[in-house]
């Protein structure tokens, strides 16, 4: 939908999937105010729409979203609808981890994807984690979503997974410097991961093993540094895979077959 239909229907509380026809409405002064106020907030600020809505989609699905979170947009969301399909069998999955969950948003969508399954969703960041609980009990899942604050697997134990995925930061510092301004309003530390942006990808690379089931899959988006990561991990069998809407480098690991030692200790 373009982004003004949807400034204006939000700021008169109408669903995004509302008859055009009545943006052909009269408005009152009150809110013709809300409607400006907005536009002048896009326009000026660069304030991404998400950010001015409170309000963000993701595999179908309202999330409450603000400026203490990334605004989903990751095409992990195929995987999700898709059920990981034919990477595992889906009602063999039990347990999933979603790495720096953010609003929850991977997390959520997860819960609705695999009812059966109970969810741990983790992220370093409080801010983050009290956007995520909202979101928990919005969708009203707070029974099979737990949120965990922990430095990736830091804080967990010896808990095994059926799906670890992980939309990580992974933009380096270069390239942090070339974003679009509206790219300034999201938390730093949820993007910037170091110089080439590969730090935070490596960490995981280097612990997820020991925390997946015998044949649990790895699941990680790494944008812009998958040629540094290729290049790093020579060894290691990565599936990177295709997306039918969006664009996005996403690797899958498989546990199975996959050489632990090698794996968890570069």
């Not at 304030?47 to 309202?62: H, K, Q, S």
């Not at 922990?150 to 804080?155: E, P, R, Y």
């Not at 799906?163 to 679009?180: D, K, R, T």
Request: glycine share 6%; with cysteine; proline share 6%.
């Amino acid at each position: 939908m373009d982004e003004a239909v949807y400034l204006v229907l939000s700021a008169l509380h109408l669903p995004p999937d509302s008859d055009q026809k009545i943006l052909a409405r009269k408005l009152t002064d009150e809110e013709k105010k809300k409607v400006t106020d907005l536009i002048d907030d896009r326009i000026k600020k660069r304030t991404p729409v998400p950010y001015l809505t409170n309000e963000a989609w993701f595999c179908g699905l309202p999330f409450y979203v603000d400026e203490r979170v990334l605004i989903p947009r990751s095409p992990i969301a195929e995987l999700i609808e898709a059920r990981f399909s034919p990477w595992v069998d889906p009602e063999k999955v039990t347990r999933i981890l979603d790495v720096g969950t953010g609003s929850g948003c991977i997390a959520i969508s997860l819960a609705y994807a695999f009812p059966d399954a109970k969810i741990d969703a983790i992220d370093l960041s409080d801010d983050a984690l009290d956007v995520a609980k909202i979101n928990c009990e919005k969708h009203q899942v707070t029974n099979r979503v737990r949120l965990l604050k922990s430095d990736l697997f830091a804080g967990l134990t010896d808990e095994a997974y059926d799906i670890i995925v992980a939309n990580p930061p992974y933009v380096g510092s270069q390239e942090m410097e070339e974003l679009p301004k509206e790219y300034y309003h999201e938390p730093g530390e949820a993007l910037l991961a170091g110089k080439n942006g590969d730090e935070i990808v490596a960490r995981i690379i280097k612990n997820a093993a020991k925390h997946l089931s015998p044949k649990g899959v790895l699941v990680v988006e790494v944008g812009n540094s998958a040629p540094l990561i290729v290049e790093k991990y020579k060894d290691l069998p990565f599936v990177w895979l295709e997306f039918e809407h969006g664009e996005g480098e996403v690797f899958l690991l498989q546990k199975y077959g996959v050489r632990s030692r090698q794996w968890t200790t570069r």
